[in-house]
């Protein structure tokens, strides 16, 4: 019933149709002709319409004629009627000569045939008429849409062919024979449907009355002439149309990219790894294309070869597990680090598509916050351009089932459209973005909501916490993972998370890209929105990238690419595109422009040939019209380089000619020049023109100038690294380096500049790289850095200007000046050209000119000139005159005079009487003021005679004097006088220092001396310490070194050459600079000037103190102070005035004004706000407000007070108090305290009676003395304790004005070759001045056999001494015998040390008394009750022969030993008792062993019994040692109680004993029959052993030592020849017979040197050649190698 019911509703629809045909037929028929010729105002045309799934009829009405609308309106209205696309409808006209109407066969022209609106025609041509009936399909989707030019779609659209006959694509016009369809079509590309041809032939009369027939197609046969019609289009109309265009063109390429995508992918798919994997993991076809397009994307990645290395190592890894059956693929995070831009979202999508792929996570449904993309190539609808094939949109909403389009889908823009399902394809979620870990976990449950085999993606911007390492352990064992990625800091920072510690992550760090990448990225995006290329590259193919890579590579460095990596190629893609739509504004809006970009789209400059040729023009006429530069033939100059280019150029270049500058080197495009040139002579202008001609001539691309300063690469610490930075600033145009004369002290800039600006010449470079300097630095520099020449071959002279060019550049600028042109006087020139000549050059030769400025010189000059002219018009209009001429002051030319033609010498009036004034206010300098006076009688003469040259001669001058004489200033003060009258032509004074002329290498010191003297040409070039160039003592370098050499011969050579154009000032103390001018006799002719400075006298201090208070601190003396000041500058700084003179004047000044401020501030404290409350304790603060009122009488005293210096504030007083007082008492408590030494005290007291004589109104010359003396004594007396006593108590006293105490042994004053000992004395004098210098064992100067340098020492050292016999005590202390030899050996030692002060022994008495205060002040120890008076009998009875060689230090010892009897004493190891109390701290009689004999018998023989004291050990227990080894025996420390005392009292007391041990001793020696010295083998060599040898041990070494010596008397060897070493500091010579005599009789020492006690305090580190135990006492030879410790010399002696 239903298939009844539908088949009658369509025969009733039929019936419909067929009368209204009919009823339409009838109206058509019967119409009046007048009704059909009038014109309706619309069109009206009736459509059967059969659209997808709709039929039926719908009119269309246009506005307007059949001859006034055009096709395209029509095919838009039916656009917008049935959401159908112009490309994809039919229109065939209805044949009415049928009933019911049929279509025609024949359609009519397809949208795609016209190119543009223009080309399609009005409906009347086509046939059409008002009424006409039309039957409209639709071409199916992807045939027939494209463009002629596209490419055909697939066979699936065959069946249109039936109905549209295929045509050529070809063809763009309308055909009038077209072509029927054939039988049988077969599976074809889809035609582009032709032109519509004329209706077919009517059917017979009989059957229907035809229809007027409708007008031939135009172009066809037989077609009569039509007149034009303008169709009715709107801008609108034509927008639209080129937007159809555009959208058409764009989804051509779209498909041409797709096409090559997908051949990428076929190839993918037939690599046989491909077969390979998706055989092993059993992948489906859909996992083979879906690997297939991630391998070809990952192919095409940029900057991504560690993420495609990890997804193939993955794959096999994961095949490789699923071939061995292993179970689940293990899962592990990702860590992604890169920097900003370098791809790290793209390579984490990458990676999601690989987990998605291995976890087989593929299949997608169309769901609500899924994405989507077409299935078909474009919108069907064109819903705004929604979507199209490569666009991923986002479904926002599902609508119920039944709803026609029920996805609501939001696009790329934003927009929304509704979709079909069948229309989309869903895109599977490999990768889920979070924003947090968090949003894993539920906010509910707290646990984790996670899907198995899941991929997300985590942003990171900081360290993750141990929360989210928790979460993170989560998804892992829910087989999901987390790429994360981040900062290569962040990413480190995460990477101690206990999760992965755990399991260690992926770690995957991008690097930055290259301009490679970022130009393949570029050609990416350019590829993607459809352009068709760049320049001469089209998309597709390799010339893209390298046209790109060439863009890159000019307009960006690496540091803009590191900064912004993949985000660096959208912006330059952007900017691109905003110049290309600039660019073709005015082009047509379908314009092929408008598809490409260019290279200057990009920002690169290029010319065309007629810009070429006209800036090429435009430098020849600029370069013809200016001065100098040399001729066009003239070799290596401006004009001929410009002239060589330009025929080289033009192929006129002649081959093989010429060299140096031009020729062979100017035979190509050069990128690298050397200029030399002085200043002035138009450097910047030939770098302005070499950078426009050779960017014309195709060398370099742009015409940027980058400056660097020669100075500032000089001193840069990293010169490369500068170099590159700004050779990246001039990419592709021009740098240069100006002043490249600075770099001649720095070698590692010239190596700089050789490796990276360099490199830039020849065919191959970019940038134009020019070093600008004078000729001799740029010569010096090439001398420094040979390849700097072969790196800059072109080599350009720019000369100087001549005098006559000079003037006419003072003529051009004068015409030319901004305030109005102006011309010189007629016939001036030639006199102006020789003023020049005479005043600034060489004599009428102009050499000098480029050292002057060249035309900066004449700027000057005109400068001057116009100056000169306007006070000179303005003093003849003040004075009532006219201009000359009677013309207004405009035509005033330019006079001599107003070029200082004839005018006076130097400065004005003003400027010479403000420097007499300076001259005269100098302190002193009698014979510097006498030389200004010469000076300015010798200018008057000039003046008035007009003999200029009478002041070009040398006024090189030497000044000498004492520091603070004043050198510099005066230096200063000359070469500015010699300025303002006119003998120096520029104010330059540029000092240095002798040392700084030398350079630290070989070849360096001439570049800087010549440097110098540029620096100050013209003016003043002061050398101070000038001696330094030759003297060791002032520097680097010595007298006759190799850089002193080349300084002087530099500094003779230039002085000479520029002799009478620079002053040069020499400067130094009279001493040295007179050793140098005998050094060098060319500075003596080369500097006749001489001039000493002599020190200033105390009047003259006084009065520059007043000066400096008047000038620098604004106050004034009070009267009388001066003439108060003078007498206490020379009484009481009279030896400081030679050292530091106007210094000395400046520093009592400040110290004056801090004594004004403390006093001020002292006695008016409530007016400086000074409380007291915060200083005593307890005291409350006053309050705030009281605190700061103050009193305004008090402030008022103050201001009065502060404008005068008083007497006090100089320290001028009525009873001056020497020295410091608080100093002084502690030396006197210190001589009070000293034992005996009545003749010191005595000193001391005379000492203090003269100051006290000074201090009470007496002559102060009294302390202006030598003070030297020597002090003689035996060993121990204290000598150098008094001597210390002695510097002390003078300084104290304010005799001596440093407390500095210098100690020197007599023999380290001695040098070591011959000269050294004078420096060695001088150095010592120079250290200890204002202080003493002691010099101990002072007899050691004197020759004591051999030596060559006694009398080179005595000498220097009362040279010295006389030289500073008043400010600096020298002290000589030795014995008195030896002292009084070494005051004979020079008579000049009695004279110059005339006091002595003997130090008698101390007696027991005092001795005594020493050792107490001893035990006190050092022990920390106390005497018993009357211990004192025992233990001075006790030295006199047991110790009185000891006195006279130890003194002092006999009582030290003895309080040493009785300290270690007393720990003896107490130290009992059986006791129980602790050891504290006074009794710990007290000193007893028998500790001092004071007592009977039998009582020390007694207790000695106990002891000697005792077990403590060790045997000699049994053979066998002997150390074994290769005495052939070498190896010495360790060194072992003596034990406490070892000293030679008690040895002594021990052997004394035992005797017996000890004679049984010393045979026993000998015995075993004998049996041993061991020659070897070494004795190791007869001391304790046990690990039981004691620290030091017991008195057997010594015995018998002692004993096998003596028996050594008998055998060597019978068989003596050879002396052995060994070095004498000197006596080193704290040892003393042997005196005492016994002692030599013990030694001399152990024969230890084979060479018999000279004996010499050992300094206790400071023992060496060696060893007893006797008993080989560590030395603390004893002697040594004076060879050095052998030494005895006094505990066998005492045995010895006790033996004996």
């Given at each position: 019933?239903?298939?009844?019911?539908r088949?009658?509703?369509?025969k009733?629809?039929?019936?419909?149709?067929?009368?209204?045909?009919?009823e339409?037929?009838?109206a058509?028929?019967?119409a009046?002709?007048?009704?059909?010729?009038s014109?309706?105002?619309?069109?009206?045309?009736?459509?059967?319409?059969?659209?997808?799934?709709?039929?039926?009829?719908?009119p269309?009405e246009?506005?307007?004629?059949t001859?006034?609308?055009?096709?395209?309106?029509?095919?838009q209205?039916?656009?917008?009627?049935f959401q159908?696309?112009p490309?994809?409808?039919?229109?065939?006209?209805?044949?009415e000569?049928?009933?019911p109407?049929?279509?025609?066969?024949?359609a009519?022209?397809?949208?795609s045939?016209?190119?543009?609106?223009?080309e399609f025609?009005?409906?009347?041509?086509l046939g059409?008429r008002?009424g006409q009936?039309?039957?409209?399909s639709?071409l199916p989707a992807?045939?027939?849409?494209?463009?002629?030019?596209?490419?055909?779609?697939?066979?699936?659209?065959?069946?249109?062919?039936?109905?549209?006959?295929?045509?050529?694509?070809?063809?763009p016009k309308?055909?009038?024979?077209p072509?029927p369809?054939?039988a049988a079509p077969?599976?074809?590309p889809?035609?582009?449907p032709?032109?519509?041809?004329?209706?077919?032939?009517a059917?017979?009369?009989?059957?229907?009355?035809?229809?007027?027939?409708?007008p031939?197609f135009p172009?066809g046969k037989?077609?009569?002439?039509?007149?034009?019609?303008a169709?009715?289009?709107?801008d609108e109309?034509?927008l639209?149309?080129l937007w159809?265009t555009?959208?058409?063109?764009k989804?051509?390429l779209?498909?041409?990219?797709?096409?090559?995508?997908?051949?990428?992918?076929?190839r993918?798919?037939?690599?046989?790894e491909?077969g390979r994997l998706a055989?092993l993991?059993l992948w489906?076809p859909?996992?083979?294309?879906?690997y297939?397009?991630?391998k070809?994307d990952?192919?095409?990645?940029v900057?991504l070869?560690?993420?495609r290395?990890?997804i193939?190592?993955?794959?096999?890894?994961?095949?490789?597990?699923h071939?061995?059956?292993?179970?689940?693929f293990?899962?592990?995070?990702v860590?992604?680090?890169?920097?900003?831009?370098v791809?790290?979202?793209?390579?984490a999508?990458?990676?999601?598509?690989?987990?998605?792929?291995?976890?087989?996570?593929l299949?997608?449904?169309?769901r609500v916050?899924?994405?989507?993309?077409?299935a078909a190539?474009?919108?069907?609808?064109?819903?705004g351009?929604?979507l199209?094939?490569?666009?991923?949109?986002?479904?926002?909403?599902?609508?119920?089932?039944?709803?026609?389009?029920?996805?609501?889908?939001?696009?790329?823009s934003?927009r929304?459209g509704?979709?079909?399902?069948?229309e989309?394809?869903?895109e599977?979620?490999?990768?889920?973005?979070?924003?947090?870990?968090s949003?894993?976990?539920d906010a509910?449950?707290g646990k984790l909501?996670?899907?198995?085999?899941?991929?997300y993606?985590l942003?990171?911007?900081a360290?993750l916490t141990?929360?989210?390492?928790?979460i993170?352990e989560?998804?892992?064992?829910?087989?999901?993972v987390?790429?994360?990625?981040?900062?290569?800091?962040?990413i480190?920072?995460?990477?101690?998370?206990?999760?992965?510690?755990?399991?260690?992550?992926?770690l995957?760090?991008?690097?930055?890209?290259?301009?490679?990448?970022?130009?393949r990225?570029?050609?990416?995006?350019?590829?993607?929105r459809?352009?068709?290329?760049v320049?001469?590259?089209d998309?597709?193919?390799?010339?893209?990238v390298?046209v790109?890579?060439?863009?890159?590579?000019?307009r960006f460095d690496?540091?803009?690419i590191?900064?912004k990596?993949?985000h660096?190629?959208?912006?330059?893609l952007?900017?691109?595109?905003?110049?290309?739509?600039d660019r073709t504004?005015?082009d047509?809006?379908d314009?092929?422009?408008r598809?490409?970009?260019t290279?200057m789209?990009?920002g690169?400059?290029?010319?065309t040939?007629?810009?070429r040729e006209?800036?090429?023009?435009?430098?020849?006429?600029?370069v013809?019209?200016?001065?100098?530069w040399?001729?066009e033939?003239d070799?290596?100059?401006p004009?001929?380089?410009?002239?060589?280019?330009?025929?080289q150029?033009?192929?006129k270049?002649?081959?093989g000619?010429?060299?140096?500058?031009?020729?062979?080197?100017?035979?190509h495009?050069p990128?690298?020049?050397?200029?030399a040139?002085?200043?002035g002579?138009?450097?910047?202008?030939?770098?302005r023109l070499a950078?426009?001609?050779?960017?014309?001539?195709?060398?370099?691309?742009?015409?940027?100038v980058?400056?660097?300063?020669?100075?500032?690469?000089?001193?840069?610490t990293?010169?490369?690294?500068?170099?590159?930075t700004?050779?990246?600033?001039g990419?592709?145009?021009?740098i240069?380096?100006?002043e490249a004369?600075a770099l001649?002290d720095?070698?590692?800039?010239?190596?700089?500049?050789a490796?990276?600006?360099?490199?830039?010449d020849?065919?191959?470079?970019t940038?134009?790289?020019?070093?600008?300097?004078?000729?001799?630095?740029m010569?010096?520099i090439?001398?420094?850095e040979?390849?700097?020449?072969?790196?800059?071959?072109?080599?350009?002279?720019?000369?100087d200007?001549t005098?006559?060019?000079?003037?006419?550049?003072?003529?051009r600028?004068?015409?030319?000046?901004p305030t109005?042109?102006?011309y010189?006087?007629?016939?001036i020139?030639p006199?102006?050209v020789?003023?020049?000549?005479?005043?600034?050059?060489?004599?009428?030769?102009?050499?000098?000119?480029g050292?002057?400025g060249?035309?900066?010189?004449a700027?000057r000059?005109?400068?001057?000139?116009?100056?000169?002219?306007i006070t000179?018009?303005?003093n003849?209009?003040?004075?009532?005159?006219g201009?000359?001429?009677?013309?207004?002051p405009?035509?005033?030319?330019?006079?001599l005079?107003?070029?200082?033609?004839?005018a006076?010498?130097?400065?004005?009036?003003?400027?010479?009487?403000?420097?007499d004034?300076?001259?005269?206010?100098?302190?002193?300098m009698?014979?510097?003021?006498?030389?200004?006076?010469?000076?300015?009688?010798?200018?008057a003469?000039?003046?008035q005679?007009g003999?200029r040259s009478?002041?070009?001669?040398?006024?090189n001058?030497?000044?000498?004097?004492n520091?603070?004489?004043?050198?510099?200033?005066?230096?200063r003060?000359l070469?500015?006088?010699?300025?303002?009258?006119?003998?120096l032509?520029?104010?330059?004074?540029?000092e240095k220092?002798g040392?700084?002329l030398?350079a630290?290498y070989?070849?360096?010191?001439?570049p800087r001396?010549?440097?110098?003297?540029?620096?100050?040409?013209?003016?003043?070039?002061?050398?101070?310490?000038?001696?330094?160039?030759?003297?060791s003592?002032?520097?680097?370098?010595?007298?006759?070194?190799a850089?002193?050499?080349?300084?002087?011969?530099?500094?003779?050579?230039?002085?000479?050459?520029h002799?009478?154009?620079?002053m040069?000032?020499?400067?130094?103390y009279?001493e040295?600079?007179?050793r140098?001018?005998r050094?060098?006799?060319?500075?003596?002719?080369?500097?006749?000037?001489?001039?000493?400075?002599?020190?200033?006298?105390?009047d003259?201090?006084a009065?520059?103190c007043?000066?400096?208070?008047?000038?620098?601190?604004q106050r004034?003396?009070?009267?009388?102070?001066?003439?108060?000041?003078a007498?206490h500058i020379?009484n009481?700084?009279w030896?400081?005035?030679?050292?530091?003179?106007?210094?000395l004047?400046?520093?009592l000044?400040?110290?004056?004004?801090?004594?004004?401020i403390?006093?001020?501030v002292?006695?008016h404290?409530k007016?400086?706000?000074?409380g007291t409350?915060?200083?005593?304790?307890?005291?409350a603060p006053?309050?705030?407000?009281?605190?700061?009122?103050?009193?305004?009488n008090?402030?008022?005293?103050?201001k009065?007070?502060?404008?005068f210096?008083?007497?006090?504030?100089f320290?001028?007083?009525?009873r001056p108090?020497?020295g410091?007082?608080?100093?002084r008492a502690?030396?006197?408590?210190?001589?009070?305290?000293?034992?005996?030494?009545?003749?010191v005290k005595?000193f001391?007291?005379?000492?203090?009676?003269?100051?006290?004589?000074?201090?009470?109104?007496?002559?102060?010359?009294?302390l202006q003395?030598?003070?030297?003396?020597?002090?003689?004594g035996?060993p121990?007396t204290?000598?150098?304790?008094?001597?210390?006593?002695?510097?002390?108590?003078l300084y104290?006293?304010?005799?001596?004005?440093?407390?500095?105490?210098?100690?020197r042994n007599a023999?380290a004053?001695?040098?070591?070759?011959?000269?050294?000992?004078a420096?060695?004395?001088?150095?010592a004098?120079?250290?200890?001045?204002?202080?003493?210098?002691f010099i101990?064992?002072?007899?050691?100067?004197?020759?004591r056999?051999?030596d060559?340098?006694s009398?080179?020492?005595?000498?220097?050292?009362?040279t010295?001494?006389?030289?500073?016999r008043?400010?600096?005590?020298?002290?000589?202390?030795?014995?008195a015998d030896?002292?009084?030899?070494?005051m004979?050996?020079?008579?000049?030692?009695?004279?110059?040390f005339?006091l002595?002060l003997?130090?008698?022994d101390?007696?027991?008495e005092?001795l005594?008394?020493?050792?107490?205060?001893?035990?006190?002040?050092?022990l920390?120890?106390?005497?018993?009750?009357g211990?004192?008076?025992?233990l001075a009998?006790?030295?006199r009875e047991?110790?009185g022969?000891?006195?006279?060689?130890?003194?002092?230090?006999?009582?030290?010892?003895l309080?040493?030993?009785a300290?270690?009897?007393l720990?003896?004493?107490?130290?009992?190891?059986?006791?129980?008792?602790?050891?504290?109390?006074?009794?710990?701290?007290?000193?007893?009689?028998?500790?001092?062993e004071i007592?009977?004999s039998s009582?020390?018998?007694c207790?000695?023989a106990?002891?000697?019994?005792?077990p403590?004291?060790?045997?000699?050990p049994?053979?066998s227990a002997r150390?074994e040692?290769d005495?052939r080894?070498?190896v010495?025996?360790?060194?072992?420390?003596r034990?406490a109680?070892?000293?030679?005392?008690?040895w002594?009292?021990?052997?004394?007391s035992?005797?017996?004993?000890?004679?049984?041990?010393?045979l026993?001793?000998?015995?075993?020696?004998i049996e041993?029959?061991?020659?070897?010295?070494?004795?190791d083998?007869?001391?304790?060599?046990g690990?039981?052993?004691?620290?030091?040898?017991?008195?057997?041990?010594?015995?018998?070494a002692?004993?096998k030592?003596?028996a050594?010596?008998?055998e060597r008397?019978?068989d003596?060897?050879k002396?052995?020849e060994e070095?004498?070493?000197?006596?080193q500091?704290?040892?003393k010579?042997?005196?005492?017979?016994s002692?030599?005599?013990a030694l001399?009789?152990?024969?230890?020492c084979?060479?018999n040197?000279?004996?010499?006690e050992?300094n206790?305090?400071?023992?060496?580190?060696?060893?007893?050649?006797?008993?080989?135990?560590?030395l603390?006492d004893?002697?040594?030879?004076?060879?050095g190698?052998?030494?005895?410790?006094?505990?066998c010399?005492?045995?010895?002696k006790t033996?004996?």
């Amino acid at each position: 019933r239903e298939a009844l019911a539908r088949k009658k509703a369509e025969k009733e629809r039929i019936l419909r149709d067929q009368a209204a045909d009919r009823e339409y037929y009838t109206a058509r028929t019967t119409a009046a002709p007048a009704a059909a010729s009038s014109a309706p105002s619309l069109v009206r045309l009736r459509l059967r319409y059969d659209v997808g799934e709709k039929k039926g009829r719908k009119p269309v009405e246009l506005s307007g004629t059949t001859d006034s609308v055009s096709y395209y309106l029509l095919l838009q209205s039916i656009e917008e009627l049935f959401q159908l696309p112009p490309a994809r409808q039919v229109l065939k006209p209805a044949d009415e000569s049928k009933h019911p109407v049929v279509p025609l066969e024949q359609a009519l022209p397809s949208f795609s045939s016209y190119k543009n609106i223009d080309e399609f025609p009005v409906l009347s041509e086509l046939g059409l008429r008002n009424g006409q009936e039309l039957f409209l399909s639709e071409l199916p989707a992807g045939g027939g849409g494209s463009l002629p030019s596209a490419p055909t779609a697939a066979p699936a659209v065959a069946a249109a062919s039936e109905t549209t006959p295929p045509v050529p694509a070809e063809t763009p016009k309308p055909s009038p024979a077209p072509t029927p369809a054939p039988a049988a079509p077969a599976p074809a590309p889809t035609p582009t449907p032709a032109a519509a041809a004329p209706p077919a032939a009517a059917p017979p009369a009989a059957a229907r009355p035809p229809p007027p027939p409708p007008p031939p197609f135009p172009g066809g046969k037989g077609a009569p002439p039509t007149q034009a019609r303008a169709p009715m289009i709107s801008d609108e109309h034509r927008l639209k149309f080129l937007w159809r265009t555009i959208e058409q063109q764009k989804l051509n390429l779209t498909k041409a990219r797709d096409e090559r995508i997908r051949a990428e992918i076929d190839r993918v798919r037939s690599d046989p790894e491909t077969g390979r994997l998706a055989g092993l993991l059993l992948w489906s076809p859909a996992e083979v294309d879906f690997y297939s397009a991630l391998k070809a994307d990952l192919d095409r990645t940029v900057g991504l070869e560690v993420v495609r290395e990890f997804i193939v190592q993955r794959l096999r890894d994961a095949a490789g597990r699923h071939v061995l059956k292993e179970g689940k693929f293990p899962r592990r995070h990702v860590l992604i680090s890169g920097a900003f831009g370098v791809g790290k979202r793209c390579a984490a999508e990458l990676i999601g598509r690989l987990f998605g792929l291995i976890g087989s996570q593929l299949n997608a449904v169309v769901r609500v916050g899924g994405r989507v993309r077409l299935a078909a190539w474009q919108d069907a609808e064109n819903r705004g351009a929604l979507l199209s094939k490569n666009d991923l949109g986002v479904v926002t909403e599902v609508f119920p089932p039944g709803t026609n389009k029920p996805v609501r889908v939001q696009g790329p823009s934003g927009r929304f459209g509704n979709y079909r399902e069948d229309e989309l394809v869903a895109e599977p979620e490999l990768l889920i973005t979070l924003g947090s870990l968090s949003e894993l976990v539920d906010a509910k449950t707290g646990k984790l909501k996670v899907p198995e085999k899941t991929c997300y993606y985590l942003r990171l911007n900081a360290a993750l916490t141990e929360a989210e390492a928790t979460i993170l352990e989560g998804v892992l064992e829910a087989e999901s993972v987390v790429i994360l990625a981040g900062s290569p800091e962040v990413i480190d920072a995460n990477l101690q998370l206990s999760s992965f510690r755990r399991r260690q992550p992926d770690l995957l760090a991008l690097p930055t890209l290259t301009h490679t990448d970022v130009a393949r990225l570029v050609a990416a995006e350019v590829e993607k929105r459809g352009y068709e290329g760049v320049g001469e590259g089209d998309v597709g193919t390799p010339q893209l990238v390298t046209v790109l890579e060439h863009i890159v590579r000019q307009r960006f460095d690496e540091q803009l690419i590191k900064e912004k990596n993949g985000h660096l190629a959208r912006d330059v893609l952007d900017l691109a595109i905003t110049r290309k739509n600039d660019r073709t504004w005015s082009d047509s809006l379908d314009s092929k422009e408008r598809f490409r970009l260019t290279p200057m789209d990009f920002g690169l400059d290029i010319l065309t040939a007629e810009q070429r040729e006209r800036r090429l023009l435009e430098v020849e006429e600029e370069v013809r019209g200016l001065l100098g530069w040399g001729s066009e033939d003239d070799l290596g100059t401006p004009r001929h380089f410009f002239v060589t280019l330009r025929r080289q150029i033009q192929g006129k270049a002649p081959v093989g000619g010429g060299g140096g500058g031009g020729g062979a080197a100017l035979l190509h495009l050069p990128r690298a020049l050397w200029v030399a040139s002085n200043e002035g002579s138009g450097r910047g202008t030939f770098v302005r023109l070499a950078a426009r001609f050779l960017r014309a001539c195709g060398a370099i691309s742009r015409e940027e100038v980058v400056w660097v300063d020669g100075s500032e690469l000089a001193a840069a610490t990293n010169p490369t690294e500068l170099l590159e930075t700004k050779l990246a600033a001039g990419n592709r145009g021009c740098i240069v380096l100006r002043e490249a004369e600075a770099l001649a002290d720095a070698r590692e800039a010239l190596r700089a500049l050789a490796s990276v600006l360099g490199s830039s010449d020849g065919s191959s470079g970019t940038t134009l790289s020019i070093v600008l300097g004078t000729p001799a630095g740029m010569a010096r520099i090439a001398r420094m850095e040979p390849a700097l020449e072969a790196r800059f071959p072109t080599r350009i002279a720019m000369p100087d200007l001549t005098a006559t060019e000079l003037v006419e550049f003072i003529e051009r600028s004068a015409a030319n000046l901004p305030t109005g042109a102006l011309y010189l006087d007629e016939g001036i020139s030639p006199r102006l050209v020789e003023h020049i000549n005479e005043t600034y050059g060489g004599g009428m030769q102009g050499k000098e000119l480029g050292e002057r400025g060249n035309l900066a010189l004449a700027r000057r000059l005109l400068q001057r000139a116009v100056q000169n002219r306007i006070t000179r018009l303005f003093n003849r209009i003040q004075e009532g005159e006219g201009p000359a001429g009677g013309d207004g002051p405009e035509t005033e030319p330019l006079t001599l005079a107003d070029f200082d033609v004839g005018a006076p010498l130097g400065e004005g009036n003003e400027q010479k009487a403000a420097i007499d004034e300076e001259v005269n206010n100098l302190v002193g300098m009698g014979k510097a003021k006498d030389w200004f006076q010469q000076v300015r009688q010798k200018v008057a003469f000039v003046e008035q005679t007009g003999t200029r040259s009478d002041l070009r001669v040398c006024l090189n001058v030497i000044i000498t004097g004492n520091p603070g004489t004043g050198k510099t200033t005066f230096a200063r003060l000359l070469a500015k006088f010699f300025h303002t009258y006119g003998v120096l032509s520029k104010d330059s004074f540029v000092e240095k220092n002798g040392l700084e002329l030398k350079a630290e290498y070989m070849g360096g010191t001439a570049p800087r001396v010549k440097s110098a003297v540029q620096e100050a040409m013209g003016g003043c070039l002061f050398l101070d310490e000038a001696y330094a160039l030759m003297d060791s003592s002032a520097g680097v370098g010595g007298a006759g070194d190799a850089f002193s050499q080349e300084a002087l011969r530099t500094l003779l050579t230039e002085v000479e050459n520029h002799r009478t154009n620079l002053m040069v000032v020499l400067a130094g103390y009279k001493e040295k600079m007179g050793r140098l001018l005998r050094a060098e006799e060319g500075l003596s002719r080369r500097f006749p000037g001489r001039l000493h400075l002599d020190d200033y006298t105390p009047d003259d201090l006084a009065s520059i103190c007043e000066m400096t208070s008047r000038t620098k601190h604004q106050r004034e003396f009070e009267p009388g102070l001066r003439e108060k000041l003078a007498v206490h500058i020379e009484n009481f700084y009279w030896r400081d005035i030679s050292q530091q003179n106007a210094g000395l004047a400046v520093n009592l000044t400040e110290r004056a004004l801090d004594r004004q401020i403390v006093r001020l501030v002292s006695e008016h404290p409530k007016a400086f706000d000074v409380g007291t409350n915060h200083i005593i304790g307890g005291a409350a603060p006053a309050p705030a407000n009281l605190t700061r009122q103050r009193s305004a009488n008090e402030i008022q005293q103050v201001k009065e007070k502060v404008a005068f210096f008083t007497a006090a504030d100089f320290g001028i007083e009525e009873r001056p108090t020497l020295g410091d007082p608080e100093l002084r008492a502690r030396v006197k408590e210190e001589v009070a305290r000293l034992t005996g030494m009545a003749n010191v005290k005595a000193f001391f007291e005379e000492m203090s009676r003269t100051v006290a004589f000074v201090e009470r109104g007496g002559d102060p010359r009294v302390l202006q003395t030598s003070l030297n003396l020597r002090l003689t004594g035996n060993p121990g007396t204290g000598k150098t304790t008094v001597a210390r006593l002695i510097g002390r108590y003078l300084y104290a006293h304010g005799i001596l004005p440093r407390d500095t105490f210098v100690e020197r042994n007599a023999l380290a004053l001695k040098g070591q070759f011959v000269g050294q000992t004078a420096p060695t004395v001088i150095e010592a004098v120079r250290d200890a001045m204002g202080g003493c210098l002691f010099i101990d064992e002072a007899y050691a100067l004197a020759d004591r056999g051999g030596d060559k340098f006694s009398g080179e020492v005595i000498r220097t050292l009362l040279t010295e001494v006389e030289n500073h016999r008043t400010g600096l005590l020298v002290v000589l202390a030795g014995y008195a015998d030896k002292m009084g030899a070494l005051m004979d050996s020079d008579p000049g030692l009695r004279r110059r040390f005339s006091l002595e002060l003997r130090l008698e022994d101390y007696s027991p008495e005092e001795l005594a008394e020493i050792c107490e205060f001893a035990a006190a002040d050092r022990l920390r120890l106390t005497f018993a009750p009357g211990l004192r008076q025992a233990l001075a009998r006790h030295i006199r009875e047991v110790h009185g022969h000891e006195i006279g060689q130890h003194n002092g230090g006999l009582a030290v010892t003895l309080a040493e030993r009785a300290f270690r009897k007393l720990a003896t004493r107490l130290g009992d190891p059986k006791a129980e008792q602790t050891v504290c109390g006074a009794a710990a701290r007290e000193l007893l009689p028998e500790d001092f062993e004071i007592g009977s004999s039998s009582e020390c018998s007694c207790q000695s023989a106990s002891r000697s019994k005792s077990p403590t004291v060790s045997q000699p050990p049994a053979k066998s227990a002997r150390r074994e040692q290769d005495p052939r080894s070498g190896v010495r025996a360790a060194k072992r420390g003596r034990p406490a109680g070892a000293g030679g005392g008690s040895w002594r009292n021990a052997v004394g007391s035992l005797a017996r004993g000890i004679a049984a041990e010393l045979l026993r001793g000998m015995e075993e020696a004998i049996e041993d029959g061991d020659d070897d010295d070494n004795l190791d083998e007869d001391m304790p060599g046990g690990p039981d052993a004691g620290p030091g040898p017991s008195t057997p041990d010594r015995g018998a070494a002692v004993a096998k030592q003596l028996a050594k010596g008998r055998e060597r008397e019978r068989d003596r060897p050879k002396e052995v020849e060994e070095e004498a070493v000197p006596i080193q500091e704290g040892e003393k010579v042997v005196e005492e017979m016994s002692t030599l005599e013990a030694l001399d009789c152990l024969g230890v020492c084979p060479a018999n040197f000279e004996w010499f006690e050992l300094n206790v305090a400071d023992p060496p580190n060696e060893n007893c050649g006797i008993c080989n135990y560590r030395l603390s006492d004893g002697y040594r030879c004076g060879g050095g190698t052998h030494f005895v410790c006094m505990g066998c010399i005492s045995e010895y002696k006790t033996r004996k």
